[in-house]
């Protein structure tokens, strides 16, 4: 198999896992912010859980959005991967890494105690990721610019 392909796979691999944290991470914080406050120690519990699946997903997905970017700058200065169409999908990319960040700072208050919005607006913040990402593999499929 040619050097292309192994890299090509590999940013493909490391986008999925990306993405995949990029899902779940609003759904922990879901989660929390169903939980409960704290008061009983069962809540307490299930909070504390919480918090460490989350934090613990958020490093893994920093992890494998950095492996990315690193094969996707290899596709992009050894394979010659242009177009305007990349510009777009960067765009994309960039938005969904400021969801991800955003998500962070929202774990990191719960896990200090700040309120998180309400469940439902949660859900609502879960799914925009969706419609960018399928933006996101039309644009590499089609590259229509």
């Given at each position: 198999m040619?050097?292309?392909?192994?890299?090509?796979?590999?940013?493909?691999v490391?986008?999925?896992?990306?993405?995949?944290?990029?899902?779940?991470?609003?759904?922990?914080?879901?989660?929390?912010?169903?939980?409960g406050?704290?008061?009983?120690?069962?809540?307490?519990?299930?909070?504390?859980?919480?918090v460490?699946?989350g934090?613990?997903?958020?490093?893994?997905?920093?992890?494998?959005?950095?492996?990315?970017v690193?094969?996707?700058?290899?596709?992009?200065?050894?394979?010659?991967?242009?177009?305007?169409?990349?510009?777009?999908?960067?765009?994309?990319?960039?938005?969904?890494?400021?969801?991800?960040?955003?998500?962070?700072?929202?774990?990191?208050?719960a896990?200090?105690?700040?309120?998180?919005?309400?469940?439902?607006?949660?859900?609502?913040f879960?799914?925009?990721?969706?419609?960018?990402?399928?933006?996101?593999?039309?644009?590499?499929?089609?590259?229509?610019f």
């Open positions: 040619n050097a292309y392909l192994l890299t090509k796979t590999a940013h493909l490391f986008v999925i896992a990306w993405m995949s944290c990029v899902f779940y991470l609003p759904r922990i914080l879901v989660n929390l912010a169903e939980a406050n704290g008061s009983s120690e069962a809540e307490r519990a299930v909070r504390e859980r919480l460490l699946m934090r613990r997903l958020y490093r893994f997905g920093h992890i494998m959005f950095g492996l990315a690193l094969l996707g700058l290899a596709l992009w200065l050894h394979f010659g991967i242009t177009g305007a169409w990349l510009h777009a999908k960067l765009v994309l990319v960039a938005l969904l890494l400021v969801h991800y960040i955003v998500a962070g700072r929202w774990l990191k208050g896990e200090q105690g700040r309120a998180l919005p309400s469940p439902r607006a949660l859900r609502w879960n799914e925009p990721p969706v419609l960018v990402l399928a933006v996101i593999v039309y644009l590499v499929l089609a590259r229509p």
